[in-house]
């Protein structure tokens, strides 16, 4: 099913650099091609192409061009997601060692159910940026997928009655995971310094030098992952993931648990959906559908701390998507600047975010006509504070998807003495002007190192993705306000 292909993207994506190279690998393989942002674009993009583009490696926008398309006559029908998720980070200076272990430094990224990460088999990923022969520095993705870091908890015996009850720990001192005996490690070292090539850890080292800011074994260990010389590593940004596959679950496997489901889950449904419209437009009849528009999707970084960076979606990279397709796309009539504000008009943004189910042992934190349930369909998330997207003409476009798709939708709303989660949906509605609405899976535990989401919702997404691509310009047609 679906949601096994869902748990094997997440498996393979620890990391934003990974969730953005695993949606290229796909979409390379699905025949789309990869333009880079700082070369012109002009003349190279053709109606009916099928492009993509990174930023940073931790965005992605991709985009298949109806064989109609043209500024000013067509719209952008977009779903966001965002690639980030609540993590442990190494710090700059990760070297770290107590009572003879040696340990690794790590900052809190995002708003984390920080003690879910206790007690937990924990690999490490992300990218390196490395040295090559020829002078030049390339940024090259790890993944150490074997169990080598571990944060555990304190024994019960050794806490207060007090501190049983309230178990909070503090985010600096109690979160440092352990990597090895410093005694091994220190053996190892020396065999290094007496054999070939030595190691580097002299003492007068640069206190800015990589290894007086990071365990040389550590060094060590991506080095031969990534098969170069440990000198060679000029700098990385690394995390923290689980070590434990993601799985169905439940006792008609209609549950799938995994990391990160917050939101790669949506990343997963919208690139497939994508590559489904991009190869269904050759289709006659039925499936056809969206020539006169561009399908996009845009996958955000930066999401889990606010989104306001470079590669976030507070940022420009939405506007700049709009008016750099649409500009390669000349209108029949009419100037380019009017032109690209009519293609604004005609737009339209999904917001795709996990929500929140209601939970069986906390039901009473749901408003009782706003439970979404997992496997319920997706749900339409509404906050007129504007915490999401949503209002009544954007709402109504998805129930008349889902209608079309035959597949289900069910309601959220916070209850009133209740903060609510903010998504990219307000955002990227202020940033641009278009038309938006939030949706998203129903999910439990979100922000834990595992969540939950049902099996079914992860087909129910891509559906209703699917049919917004092809259906959305008819629907939008229909609407007479
Ligand atoms: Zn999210």
Redesign the pocket.
């Given at each position: 099913p679906l949601a096994s292909e869902c748990a094997a993207f997440i498996d393979r994506a620890p990391t934003p650099f990974h969730c953005c190279a695993e949606a290229a690998r796909q979409l390379v393989e699905a025949g789309f091609t990869e333009l880079a942002e700082d070369e012109s674009w002009s003349g190279a993009l053709k109606p009916g192409g099928k492009y993509f583009y990174r930023r940073n490696g931790s965005s992605l926008v991709g985009f298949a061009v109806g064989a109609e398309f043209a500024a000013g006559t067509g719209g952008i029908s977009v779903v966001g997601a965002?690639t980030d998720s609540p993590v442990l980070k190494l710090k700059p200076c990760s070297k770290r060692s107590a009572h003879g272990y040696l340990q690794l430094s790590v900052e809190c990224y995002g708003g984390g159910l920080w003690h879910t990460w206790f007690d937990r088999e924990l690999g490490v990923a992300g990218a390196v940026i490395v040295k090559k022969g020829d002078g030049s520095f390339v940024k090259e993705l790890v993944h150490v997928k074997r169990p080598i870091l571990r944060v555990p908890t304190l024994c019960i015996h050794l806490q207060s009655a007090d501190e049983r009850a309230a178990f909070a720990p503090n985010k600096e001192s109690h979160l440092q995971p352990i990597l090895a005996l410093e005694s091994i490690v220190k053996e190892q070292l020396g065999a290094d310094a007496n054999g070939e090539g030595g190691a580097d850890a002299a003492a007068g080292a640069s206190p800015a030098a990589m290894d007086a800011r990071h365990a040389p074994a550590l060094l060590k260990l991506l080095a031969s992952e990534l098969g170069c010389a440990v000198g060679d590593i000029q700098d990385f940004e690394l995390t923290l993931c689980d070590t434990q596959p993601s799985q169905l679950w439940g006792l008609h496997n209609e549950f799938l648990s995994a990391p990160r489901l917050?939101?790669q889950v949506h990343c997963f449904t919208a690139l497939k959906a994508l590559v489904e419209h991009a190869n269904a437009e050759k289709l006659e009849g039925d499936q056809r559908g969206g020539e006169g528009d561009v399908a996009m999707i845009a996958l955000f970084d930066h999401?889990e701390v606010g989104s306001d960076s470079t590669v976030g979606a507070g940022g420009p990279i939405m506007a700049e998507a709009l008016r750099r397709v649409s500009l390669c796309f000349p209108p029949k009539k009419g100037p380019e600047e009017e032109a690209l504000l009519l293609t604004t008009r005609k737009s339209f943004f999904i917001s795709a975010?996990?929500a929140h189910a209601v939970h069986p042992n906390w039901a009473a934190k749901h408003e009782a006509a706003h439970t979404p349930k997992l496997n319920g369909g997706t749900v339409i998330k509404s906050n007129d504070n504007q915490r999401y997207a949503t209002n009544a003409p954007t709402g109504f476009v998805v129930r008349e998807l889902a209608r079309r798709s035959k597949t289900s939708v069910q309601e959220f709303m916070v209850r009133n003495d209740c903060p609510c989660g903010m998504t990219i949906g307000p955002m990227v509605a202020s940033k641009t002007g278009v038309r938006t609405v939030d949706v998203g899976v129903a999910s439990l535990s979100m922000h834990s190192i595992r969540e939950t989401v049902g099996a079914d919702d992860v087909r129910s997404s891509f559906v209703l993705f699917t049919t917004f691509f092809r259906l959305f310009r008819e629907i939008d047609g229909a609407c007479k306000f």
């Open positions: 965002h917050d939101n999401e975010d996990t």
